[in-house]
C-alpha cells in the first residue's frame, strides 16, 4: 500500500538503539507497530494504543514474532493513555493526528517525555484530497441538509501551522517537511471505495442523512467523472507533513 512508504521513512529515520520505552498512538493494523518493534532492543518496551479492540487484534498478528522487543496492546484513548502510562523515550504516530486534536496531542506527548524525548508523526494535511473534498463540501453547500451532524478534525493547514503547534509545545524540531502520495485507479467508483476506507471519509459518511447517501454518492461520482481529465485514470493525492521533533 502507497500509504506505508511515508512510515516506512519515517521509521527508517529513527535511530532507536537507546530507546526504552515507545508509545505508537493510533497503532491500526500494526504496520509501523512492527517496524518499530524490528529496531528496538529485545528488552525495550513497546506500548501500541488504539481505539479498536477489532483493530488491535490484527495488529497483534502482524507482530507476532519472537524477535520482536515487548510489545503491549491497549485499547483506549491514545490521548488518556499518555496521561497514564509514565514517561516514554519516543512518542510515535502515523495517519492518525487531525483526528486527535494537535494541542492536547503535543501537550500530552511533551508531559509524557523523558528529558530529550522525541515525538516523530506523520499527519495528513488539511483538505487533502483536495479535488474529493472540494467536490464533496460544494455538494453539502448545495444542500447542507444532508449532513445530521457537524464533521470537525484538526489536520494542520501546511507546515508552517504544524511548525507553530509543536514548538509552541516546547519541542525543538530536528526534522520536518511536506510530501504526497498518490493512489491511482480506473474509475470514480474505486475511488469513492479508497476514502470511504479512510478515518476521515468514514466519518463524512456516518454524517449523511441515510435518506440521502444514494443520492450524494451518484452526485459526487458524476462531479467526479466530469471533473476528471483522463478517461479510466483517476489519481488521489494526499499531502501530509512528516515531522521528527525533541523535547527541550
Known amino acids: ?72 496492546f491497549v485499547a483506549g484513548d491514545a490521548l488518556e493513555v499518555l496521561k497514564s502510562e509514565g514517561l516514554f523515550d519516543l512518542v510515535f504516530s502515523s495517519w492518525v493526528l487531525g483526528y486527535i486534536p494537535l494541542k492536547p496531542f503535543f501537550k500530552a506527548t511533551y508531559n509524557s517525555l523523558n528529558q530529550g524525548g522525541r515525538l516523530a508523526f506523520i499527519v495528513r494535511r488539511e483538505n487533502s484530497p483536495a479535488r474529493e473534498q472540494g467536490i464533496f463540501y460544494e455538494l453539502v453547500a448545495e444542500d447542507p441538509t444532508v449532513l445530521t451532524k457537524r464533521v470537525a478534525f484538526d489536520f494542520p493547514r501546511d507546515m508552517n501551522q504544524a511548525r507553530e503547534e509543536i514548538e509552541a509545545a516546547g519541542f525543538e524540531i530536528g526534522s520536518l517537511h511536506e510530501g504526497k502520495i498518490s493512489f491511482r485507479y480506473t474509475s470514480p467508483e474505486g475511488v469513492l471505495d479508497h476514502l470511504l476506507k479512510s478515518g476521515a471519509g468514514t466519518a463524512f459518511y456516518d454524517a449523511i442523512d441515510p435518506a440521502g447517501r444514494d443520492r450524494l454518492e451518484k452526485q459526487f461520482l458524476e462531479k467526479l467523472a466530469d471533473s476528471n481529465e483522463k478517461i479510466g485514470q483517476y489519481e488521489v493525492v494526499h499531502d501530509y507533513v512528516m515531522c521528527i521533533a525533541q523535547k527541550r
Open 1 to 72: 500500500m502507497r500509504g506505508r512508504q511515508p512510515v516506512q521513512e519515517l521509521v527508517g529515520r529513527l535511530r532507536l538503539n537507546d530507546v526504552r520505552r515507545v508509545i505508537e498512538a493510533g497503532c491500526g493494523t500494526g504496520f509501523a507497530t512492527a517496524l518499530l518493534a524490528n529496531k528496538l532492543n529485545r528488552d525495550s518496551g513497546l506500548v501500541a494504543v488504539d481505539l479498536s479492540e477489532g483493530i488491535l487484534e490484527e495488529a497483534r498478528k502482524c507482530t507476532n514474532a519472537p524477535a520482536f522487543c515487548n510489545i503491549r
